[in-house]
């Protein structure tokens, strides 16, 4: 039912209200528009919606934060302390602050199909793929879901400075300024997340490529049809650009750039299933023969690994991609080291779809130029309730790819129990903070990500905070050693 | 300067009738505007509903959700229908979590009880809603193990918003904490009746809120002496209620009223616009909470009519939400969705929740509590899809009997000018005033551009055709506005 590509140039070149539209989308001119600075690479953003208990992500087995983890989470009913043995296959570096040995959720070694396994993320570290971030945060920090994530997805603790645009939004819209048929964006989801959020590129949101055609009359079709359809469509939504009101000029955008994108990504598809290679990788993701992973989090990522693929063959030339999974806001019944409990299904869900997806983008010989970033808006609470925990401050991030130099970073939050704030919060540590706790402001790791793999300078995206008097971010400050050279 | 004694013109009653409901019946604009009918009374004739009860056949997600679409369909107090969206989003609770579904219905029941109604009476019928003591931890607040979620949304989301209107923090989290201590022990029994169980209590009596934020002073308010025990979290919403901005202003009034001058009319309405519609004197909703006078001052005042009535989109549209959109189109086109799960007659069959989703909303299911992303949020590549492959499936229904679409017998099929059949059909769709020329000119090119002479009669011609101008103005960016 895909439009084909000689239909599509034939109702490009009719729509001649189209420069809008004109055929980039194909050929040597749509590839040119890979000039951007990203160049040949690709990030990917991971995100974990509800708050991520960062305290059972990367846990603490030894020196002085294990006998503070322990006195804040409990055994028994309800406890959710991991205990060693539960640690004992997931040990990662030491703490750079304290030296105190850490470990991943063993739930990161674990496929959600109810094998133990060797797999996950842990298997990543182990390769040294994956940087471990640890205490990311912001000063004065809030445990509202909503203005957290806005705050991560703006770059701006503030909420004052950006409204309606996220730090890799603003990016793509200078990166790709004056491309207005581009597409370096695609989110797996329904909508477009605030994090790609502008208002000059195009940024799709898919939720399954192969369904992504346009929805013509089966029964009425024609190509002298569609090209009337198709004219017409395109007049109306050039005509809404040009509009006076916000949402009619929105509309006018997205309607076109849609219809020209069911051109060409529904293709996508087909292009990965018949190379025999990522079929038999494709079937990893999901329900196929050996079963996969088969969770959304792995299913949205075989549509990226499908959009990387078609880029590689030159179909398209997108670069950034979103992905989410939900969940974290594990309030109530979330479980320590049990394979069956909340916390446990969703860590072992996110590494092992993470290390389908590398693997994936290994066999096509791509890893080391991709970038995937995991983040959530916020930790959770040190003490914990019941048996669930709390909105916290700090947590971990993590980068993962082939030339992310893979390590601990950034110092575990100080959970010592008389050291935190009047919330029961691990506080905030400034730059140069006298002990040694200082946290990382998860501005350091996007600057380091826009300044390393994105070769922009960050001050054109992110503003340095000027409620912290300890910091003096200039381009060349953003700089974490988070990539090999 | 209009006010709610001035005439009601003919582009203001058809905004009216399309912001408060779905589809613009002509019977209505006409009988209004032949008797001449002032603003003020429009709005009363609106509000005069009484509300209706929800009782659905059949305790499944499938069921609930039909059920309440199919109300929308055939209501004709589709401003109820509307006010329970509303409240829906507003109070947001998902089948997902609270799992069962007669709580689920025994919700939406209460926001139809109270949905034009008292507004405090609301959110303390909320406190002890058990969908809403499910979805927000409520049962799972005890004294030895303090759970935040509800005292922190009650105040976020249900009442006090995060910021004043100066931009200043209305409640901190030690606030949060008192609040959750005041619900601690709420539980539901067998018949889901709320009760609290004592030994699960903080009977604390030293619960005090608000010391640095609002009006208060230092001392804050101590709202246990107003009872222990059960009385407290009732005793916590009158509390939350007396908050005042840094400008002396009603917290709760504005924000609720911001929140309900951008769901029926125009996103980011200015604070005068805000402090106009929750009024002063004895009937000021900071006095009253009675929501049908607030809605009364919005349908009544200048700003809800800006963008009415321009030719072309005019400034300060608003994106429809997909519900609306679906509900709005089923009803213009008279078509009436079959079976137990709302199918076309054409298309893939899908069910009209199936539809919904893709367009990104699912009722009794929410994203988060937050409720749904209004404006933009709404619009993407992939929600776009779904609406237009609504609209397939929808002009592409020719399986016969009465859920066809049957456009022969909205259009009248002896029209042979492009333009005149151009004009018949916006007309149909309630969206004439809102084409341009320009764009009027390119739907009638479409009617002759890779087609023989126009031919309505003929149905391959009217099949092709005029089904896929129908089409094309069901898709095209000023049919997603209202």
Known sequence: MAITRRQFLKCGSTAAAGALLAPRLFGSSFVQDALAA????????????????GLNTVVPTGGVLRPWYES???????????????????????????????????GFRASPTGGAGDGGLHALYQQGKVAVIQGCGYPDYTLSHEDSRLIFQTGDPSLSLYPGTGWIGRHLADAYAGQSTAIPG??????????????????????????????????????????????????LHASAQSGVDPGFQYIGTAGATTLASTAAYPALHSLYNNNPTRNAFGKLYDNGTPAGVNRSTSRDLLEVAKTIWGTEQGMVNTRFFWVENGGYDTHSDQGAGVTDGQHFGLHAEVGASLKVFYDDLASMGVADRVCIMVYSEFSRRIEQNDNGTDHGSQGPMFLIGGKVAG???????????AELDGEGNTRYRQNGSNDGYESTDFRDVYGTILNKWMSVNPLTVLTPDTGDPTRNWTTTNFNMPLFLP | MGDANSTLSEAEARHLLRRTGFDVSEKTVEKWIAGGITRGEAADELLKFKPQGFKPNGNSFEAIHDKWLKFMLKTKAALQEKLVLFWHDHFATGISKVGDP???????????????????ALVKAINRDPATMEYLDTVRNSKDGLNENY?????????????????????????????????????????????????RHDFGADKVIYKTTGQFGPAGVNFTAAGTGEGEIDAVIDVIFQHRDTDGRSTVARRTARRLIEFFGTPNPPLDFVDDVVGTGPEAFDQTWIVSGLLRRIFTHDDFYLGAGAPGVADHKSIAWPIDYVVTTLRTLKIKPKGKDLVLAGGEYFAMRDHLSGMGQVLFEPPSVFGWDWESSWISSATLLARYGFVRDLTSARDGGGTSFRPEKLVDLELTDADDIVDAVLAVCGVAALFTNT???????YLTDGAGPIDLADDDYRNRKLNGLFALVLESPAYQLV
Not at chain 1, 41 to 48: G, Q, T
Not at chain 1, 76 to 85: K, P, S, T, V, Y
Not at chain 2, 439 to 445: D, F, G, I, P, Y
Request: charged residues 25%; hydrophobic residues 35%; aromatic residues 10%.
């Open chain 1, 38 to 53: 990203i160049g040949n690479r690709y990030f990917v953003v991971l995100y974990l919606d509800g708050g991520n208990d």
């Open chain 1, 72 to 106: 804040a989470r409990g055994t028994g009913a309800g406890g959710l302390r991991l205990e060693l043995a539960d640690l004992a296959n997931t040990a990662i570096g030491n703490d750079p602050n304290t030296g105190s040995s850490l470990a991943l959720h063993p």
């Open chain 1, 186 to 235: 695609v989110a797996i989801r329904n909508s477009v997340p605030v994090d790609f959020r502008q208002s000059a590129t195009s940024v799709l949101a898919v939720r399954r490529l192969r369904d992504f055609s346009f929805p013509y009359d089966s029964d009425y079709d024609s190509p002298s049809e569609r090209t009337a359809r198709n004219t017409a469509f395109n007049a």
């Open chain 1, 407 to 417: 390590g601990v970073y950034g110092n575990h939050p100080r959970i010592d129990p």
């Open chain 2, 102 to 120: 007669v709580l689920m219905t025994k919700q939406n029941a209460l926001l139809r009880q109270y949905c034009k109604g008292d507004f405090k």
């Open chain 2, 151 to 199: 005292g922190r949304e009650v105040q976020e989301l249900f009442t006090l918003g995060v910021k004043d209107s100066a931009g200043n923090d209305t409640y901190t989290q030690e606030d949060i904490v008192q609040i959750a201590r005041a619900f601690t022990g709420w539980r539901y029994n067998e018949k889901d009746e709320p009760f609290l169980r004592e030994s």
């Open chain 2, 439 to 445: 764009e009027k000119t390119a739907l009638a090119n």
